[in-house]
């Protein structure tokens, strides 16, 4: 779009006192300013989904990798925020009426134009995100979330899986690997009156003959080992007892001896850590991404006031020299 500006030679009109003074705050030209952000706002990140879709691919090993599409999305919605109250400050300017006797505040003012302009975009941009109308705007994230919500269907259809799923921690995986029976191992019933060990208890009996299983049920058997788990976080390690209470449990459950058990705990725990590990290390990553991008919005906004302040001053200085705006050699708005 080509624009160029032209200077139109008149001769200053005369004040006319009778018209009464020019208010000192024009909310029409504001209001238009941010409407017309906001709008512009609107269709730019809109057409930036689209070519966000473009780029990205459901397949493997297609289209630009996740991490290259945020920072241009992000990189392009700072873009689009900055250039819309740039040009909604503009129309501010450019509408303004100056007042009589504002000459030695006239650039104050114009300014302090822009800053409305892009306060009220602020306001009315958070209602629109509020309501729901920037639906068009977020049709990159609702279909990059489309698989998990396939899989959150699929798991409301079956409620057992979706709580599964919901309650899946590394403290369950370490007990199924745990709790997975030995090859050729038969299950037994167990003992009358026996109950599951606990943390701290006295020592469990004698683990059943080779080859053969207590069948007692897994919540009666996998609570306390939770417990252990759960212990084990606090301390950093495994506690010499709480180790031969998970061994003569594994025994029991799984008919293993007594060496192959202990090394299927220690190989559990030693898997229990590295995954909890990962999970902190996920959780402090997304923390940094979240300390990052709340940064980059905050100086995103900065800037965009910055730009409607600028566009006022400009609008206000193209008013004020009769400066006339072309686009595509038309002086016409469109």
């Known amino acids: 779009m080509a624009i160029n500006t032209t200077t139109i030679a008149a ?3 005369p004040v006319v006192g009778a018209a009464g003074p020019v208010r000192s705050v024009q909310w029409g030209a504001v209001i238009l300013g941010a409407l017309g952000a906001t709008a512009i706002s609107m269709v730019l990140l809109t057409f930036g989904a689209g070519l966000g879709l473009s780029a990205a691919s459901a397949q493997p090993y297609a289209g630009a990798s996740a ?3 945020a920072v241009i999305s992000g990189l392009y919605a700072a873009i689009t925020m900055v250039a819309a109250f740039g040009a909604g400050g503009y129309i501010t300017g450019r509408m303004r009426l100056p007042a009589t006797q504002e000459l030695a505040e006239h650039e104050f003012r114009d300014g302090a134009h822009g800053f409305g302009v892009w306060a009220l975009g602020i306001v009315i941009g958070g209602v629109v995100a509020i309501s729901g109308v920037s639906g068009a705007v977020k049709t990159a994230v609702q279909a990059t979330a489309a698989v998990g919500g396939a899989a959150a269907a699929g798991a ?10 919901v309650s899946m921690t590394p403290t369950d995986y370490a007990i199924d690997r745990l709790l997975a029976p030995a090859p050729n191992a038969t299950a037994t019933a167990p003992a009358p009156g026996g109950a599951a060990p606990a ?7 004698a683990p059943a003959t080779a080859g053969e299983v207590d069948a007692r049920p897994r919540a009666d058997v996998a609570a306390p080992m939770t417990r252990v788990f759960a212990a084990s976080l606090k301390s950093g390690q495994l506690d010499p007892r709480d180790r031969t209470m998970l061994v003569q449990t594994v025994m029991r459950q799984t008919g293993l001896p007594q060496a192959e058990a202990e090394k299927r705990v220690d190989e559990a725990y030693a898997e229990f850590k590295a995954a909890e590990q990962k999970l902190r290390d996920a959780a402090d990553a997304a923390r940094k991404a979240a300390l990052i991008t709340a940064f980059g919005v905050a100086a ?5 006031c910055a730009a409607a302040c600028v566009g006022a001053a400009a609008g206000a200085k193209h008013r004020a020299e009769n400066t006339a705006v072309t686009f595509f050699g038309s002086s016409r708005f469109w």
């Open 156 to 165: 409301a259809s079956n409620p057992a899986l979706g709580q599964a799923v």
């Open 11 to 13: 001769a200053p009109a």
């Open 300 to 304: 995103t906004l900065l800037l965009g």
């Open 199 to 205: 943390t701290g208890a006295a020592p469990a009996p």
């Open 67 to 69: 991490k290259a599409i």
